[in-house]
C-alpha cells in the first residue's frame, strides 16, 4: 500500500494537482515489537519468515550480549500462541534461567488518568540518565479485549524510547490471564538475562492485573492523583494493601497544595493498613512527573532503601522464591482444567451428565465422581499420549 | 461427669455445706444436632453406635416422612466425613432428588451483630404460626476454625425451636469450604425432600460464605443495622451486589426514625448497582425483629412477590439450573486439585521440583510440564484403581 494518503478533506477532482497527501501514522511499536491491531501483526509475521531463523542458541547469546532485535524476537516467541514456538522458547527460558534475578523488579499502577506512563517515562529517562538500563512492560488483560490499551501506542513514552538503554515492550495481546501472566513472567526474565538493571511492570486496574504484577515484582508502586476521597471509589479494594508506596502524581502548580492534603489524607488510611511487606512501612509521597520533583527522591529514598533492606534481610529472596512457587501451583490447577475440559472423553461426556443434573435424574456429586472416574481412566492417559499441551497455546 | 459443678466463686472449704453448685449449660443442639465441641461430637458418636443401624431405604422413606430424628441423621451421615457414610449418603440424595426442588429457598447475611438470628427466629415463627414447615440451616466458614459461631448455640432462636414445624440445624464444622459447601447444598435437599416449604440459609461475612450462600439459594436477602456509612466500612465489598433485597433490622423506638434514614441511605446506594436477579429492583426495608413490624410485609410483599414472578418468568428455574451447573463444575475444580496433590508420584516428586525452581535450576513452566507428565502417567490412573475418593473426606 502506498505511504501517503488523500485525506477526505481534500477535494474529489484533480486530486492529482491538489497537493495535500497525508502521511499514514506510525504503525507498529518500538523495536520491532507488533501494535495491536490485526493487520500489523499479519505484516510482523510476514516480516519475522523473512528474517534468518534463529536456534536456541542464537537467542541465548543475543540476549546475553544485550541486542535488543534478538532480545524482542526472543518475547515475541514467548509470546507465540503455536507449540512449535513455545517449545524453542522453553529451552531458551531454561538456558538463561541462571542469568536472571539481577534486576529492581518494580510494578506500577494506579486508576486511568492517574498519569502512569509519564511518570514511568520520566522516571525511566532519569535513571537511564543516571546510566541505568530501564526495561518497560506492561500486563493488561484488557488487552485482551480491547486489543492493548496501555503502552500500545508508540507515542507515549517518547523521550524514554530515545534512549540507548530503554526497552520498551507493550502488553501481549491474547490468550488467558494465564497464558498472559506466563508471558509476562518470562519476558522479565528475559529482560534481566539482557542485563537491565531495572524493570518497570506498568498495568492497570482491570480484573486480577494488579495481583498479578504484584506477584511478579520486588516493590509495588501505587499512582494516584490528588482527591483521595474520590478516587477511592474508583479505586478497587485492597489495591492499597498491596503497595510498598503511594505517590500523589502531579504535584506541580496550583495543583501542590491539594497534592500534600491528598497524601496526608493516604498516610492517614495507610495507617490502618497491614503493609504489603514485612519489616516495610509503606508511606505516601507526592511526585510531579511534569516537573520532574520527586521522582529520583522517591526512587533513591525508598525503592533503593527497600531493596538495599530487603536484600539485606532476606525479604526480597524469600518473597521472590514464593512468588515462584506460588506461580507454579497457580499453573498446575490450570493445567488440570485445561486437560479436564479439552480431554475428548469430557468434551464428548459433559453434555449428557449436564443434561441428567439439570435434570435431576444425577446428583451433582455422583455427576462429579463419575467424569472424574471417566477422566481418569481414559483421557488423561490418552492426552498425555497424543502429547496435548495443556498450556494456553493453541 | 457430673451434671453440676463449683463455680469459682464458691467458698473453697466447707464446699459441701454451702449451697450453690451450678448446672452445666446445655450442650448438643436440637434434634440430636451436634453441638460444635469436639468433646460433644464424641458423645453423639456413641450416640449413633448406640441408635439402629438405617438402611438407604430407611433413610429415604424416614425423609419422604418427614421424620426430624431421621432427616437429622440423614443430614449427619451427609456431613460424616467417613467414606462409608460417604457412599450411603450419596445412594439417600440420588434417591431423594426427584422429591427436591419444591422450597423456597432464602439465603440470609449481614454483619456480625446486625440481628440476623432475632431476624430469622421472628420470621420462621410467624411462617410456621401461618401453617408453614420452615428449616434453618447455618453456613459458616469460620466455624471450621471457631469451631461453630453461628446457631451453634441451643439457647437461641428458643422460640422458633419450640415450633414444631420449625428445624434447626447449625453450620456443620469441619473441612475445606468446597466440603462445607457440599454438606450444606445436600442438608438443603434432603429438608426439602423432608418437605419443609421454606428453608432460611444464615452465613455470616466470613471469606466466601455470601457467594456461597447466594449460590445455593432463590433469594438473597441483606440484614443491616441503622448507620450505613459507617457499616459499610465493615461490609464486605460486593455483598450489596448480591442481594434481592435489604432490610434495616431494630427499626423501632427511638431507633425508628434513623432506620428510615438508613433505608434512604441505602436505597440510594442501590440506584448505582445492577441488580442481583435480572427483571427484579433490589429495594431497601424496614422492619424490627423485635416487636415484629415489616417482617411479614417483607414476606409477602416482597420475597412472596420474587418467587411468584421468578417461577412464572422462568427465572428461577434457570437460576437453580445455572447453580447446579456451576457447583458441579466448582467441584471437579476442587477434585483435579487433591487427585493432584494427594497422588503418590506427586507427593513424592513435588519437593524435589520445589528445590530445583527455588534454585533456578529448572524453570517454572518447565517444571509444570513435568508435573502434569508425572502424575498423568502414573498417580491418575492408580489413584482410580485404588479408589481414592476426591472428595473433602477422610
Known amino acids: 500500500m502506498s505511504d501517503t494518503y488523500k485525506p477526505e478533506w481534500a477535494p474529489e477532482k484533480d486530486s492529482d494537482k491538489f497537493a495535500s497527501r497525508v502521511m499514514f501514522g506510525v504503525k507498529g511499536g518500538h523495536d520491532g515489537m507488533p501494535d495491536s491491531s490485526g493487520e500489523n501483526s499479519q505484516t510482523k509475521r510476514a516480516a519475522v519468515i523473512k528474517r534468518k531463523r534463529l536456534t536456541v542458541d542464537d537467542y541465548v547469546e543475543g540476549v546475553l550480549n544485550g541486542d535488543r532485535m534478538i532480545l524482542s524476537r526472543a518475547i515475541t516467541l514467548v509470546e507465540s500462541n503455536a507449540p512449535v514456538h513455545f517449545e524453542v522458547a522453553q529451552q531458551v527460558i531454561q538456558k538463561l534461567l541462571p542469568y536472571t534475578g539481577k534486576s529492581t523488579r518494580v510494578g506500577i499502577t494506579g486508576v486511568p488518568g492517574a498519569g502512569k506512563s509519564t511518570f514511568i517515562e520520566a522516571l525511566g529517562t532519569k535513571l537511564c540518565e543516571a546510566g541505568q538500563k530501564v526495561a518497560v512492560l506492561a500486563v493488561d488483560p484488557s488487552s485482551t479485549v480491547t486489543k492493548g490499551s496501555i503502552l500500545g501506542d508508540k507515542t507515549r513514552m517518547e ?106 489524607e493516604y498516610e492517614r488510611i495507610l495507617h490502618f493498613l497491614r503493609p504489603a511487606t514485612e519489616n516495610w512501612k509503606t508511606n505516601a509521597y507526592t511526585c510531579s512527573a ?105
Not at 215 to 242: H, I, Y
Not at 305 to 320: D, H, P
Not at 350 to 377: H, W, Y
Request: glycine share 10%; aromatic share 6%; proline share 3%.
Open 290 to 394: 511534569y516537573t520532574g520533583d520527586g521522582i529520583m527522591e522517591l526512587w533513591d529514598g525508598v525503592v533503593s532503601k527497600f531493596m538495599e533492606q530487603g536484600l539485606e534481610n532476606g525479604v526480597i529472596s524469600e518473597r521472590r522464591k514464593q512468588q515462584t512457587l506460588s506461580w507454579v501451583y497457580s499453573m498446575v490447577e490450570e493445567h488440570l482444567h485445561n486437560l479436564f475440559y479439552r480431554s475428548p472423553s469430557i468434551i464428548e461426556y459433559m453434555p449428557r451428565v449436564e443434561d441428567e443434573v439439570v435434570e435431576g435424574k444425577l446428583s451433582a456429586t455422583r455427576a462429579v465422581q463419575e467424569l472424574i472416574k471417566k477422566f481418569s481412566a481414559t483421557s488423561l492417559k490418552a492426552g498425555i499420549d497424543n502429547d496435548i499441551t495443556p498450556f494456553d497455546i493453541k
Open 159 to 264: 523521550n524514554l524510547s530515545r534512549q540507548d538503554n530503554a526497552f520498551i515492550r507493550p502488553s501481549p495481546s491474547g490468550g488467558t490471564l494465564g497464558g498472559l501472566t506466563r508471558k509476562s513472567r518470562e519476558t522479565l526474565l528475559l529482560c534481566e538475562a539482557a542485563g537491565y538493571d531495572t524493570i518497570l511492570v506498568e498495568t492497570v486496574g482491570v480484573g486480577q492485573s494488579e495481583t498479578t504484577v504484584r506477584s511478579m515484582v520486588d516493590f509495588f508502586l501505587l499512582v494516584v492523583l490528588t482527591g483521595a476521597g474520590d478516587e477511592l471509589q474508583g479505586m478497587k479494594k485492597g489495591v492499597m494493601e498491596l503497595a510498598d508506596a503511594i505517590v500523589v502524581n502531579k504535584a506541580d502548580g496550583d495543583n501542590r497544595p491539594k497534592a500534600m492534603v491528598t497524601r496526608a
